[in-house]
């Protein structure tokens, strides 16, 4: 089985300035996928940034980067410089990549960030 | 490329009612996938199709079937509506179901079920 757990429900950040968001997984599957994605008001799920568990270096997509700390179970979205159009639910996600595994993403209860101008 | 369709965007119900959701990619993706979202929530999967022609549970399927009626259309049916079933519903598509960056899922942009 697999779990996503992010802890903070709500979080606030100056416009400008760098934030992080906090996620946990669980999982018994060797090979998985870390996947961020960004929900705004309007409703869609954007996709952010993807993270393999064998990747030897964390990713990063323009002001998004994932700290990824495979002992520690933790990859942590950042967003340096906010902007209020990042105002927005965060979602983190995980899908098992081994052959045998269920192959759906699961996904945590969600981060809502507000950018303060 | 539209990229993820989906009909339609708001839904009222009465108890008891049916009604099937419907969803399209222009991706050429294998795999499609209906989630729901509940408030505080986030989203859990209701069935999957990993190519043409094959179905299967999710974590949340009772009450719903789900029809994969080519490559691109994956279809989502509520045969008796219940208020439990009052969500936001996704539709997402993928390559496949091989792991790594390409394979990122894809999102509609949801319908909003309500059921009275």
Request: net charge positive.
């Given at each position: 089985a697999q779990k996503i757990t992010q802890t903070q429900p709500g979080m606030f950040v100056q416009e400008k300035e760098a934030v992080t968001l906090d996620c946990t997984y669980d999982t018994s599957d060797p090979s998985y996928g870390l996947f961020w994605y960004k929900q705004p008001s309007s409703g869609e799920m954007i996709f952010l940034i993807y993270q393999g568990s064998y990747d030897q270096q964390n990713a990063t997509e323009g002001r998004y980067s994932l700290n990824f700390q495979k002992a520690r179970k933790s990859a942590n979205l950042v967003i340096s410089?906010?902007?209020?159009?990042?105002s927005a639910m965060y979602f983190c996600a995980m899908r098992g990549?081994?052959?045998?595994?269920?192959?759906q993403l699961t996904f945590g209860s969600g981060t809502q960030l507000t950018v303060l101008p | 490329n539209a990229g993820v369709t989906q009909t339609p965007k708001f839904q009222v119900l009465k108890t008891g009612q049916s009604m099937t959701l419907q969803c399209a990619q222009d991706?050429?993706?294998n795999s499609m996938y209906w989630y729901r979202q509940d408030p505080g929530m986030g989203l859990r999967l209701i069935y999957y199709s990993a190519s043409e022609g094959t179905t299967d549970k999710g974590e949340v399927p009772n009450g719903y079937n789900v029809s994969r009626?080519?490559?691109r259309e994956f279809s989502l049916r509520l045969e008796s509506a219940a208020p439990s079933q009052t969500s936001v519903y996704f539709c997402a598509s993928q390559v496949g179901l091989a792991g790594g960056p390409g394979d990122t899922q894809y999102f509609g942009p949801g319908t909003r079920l309500t059921v009275l």
């Open positions: 410089a906010s902007q209020l159009g990042d990549l081994s052959s045998g595994s269920a192959r | 991706m050429n993706h009626l080519n490559k």
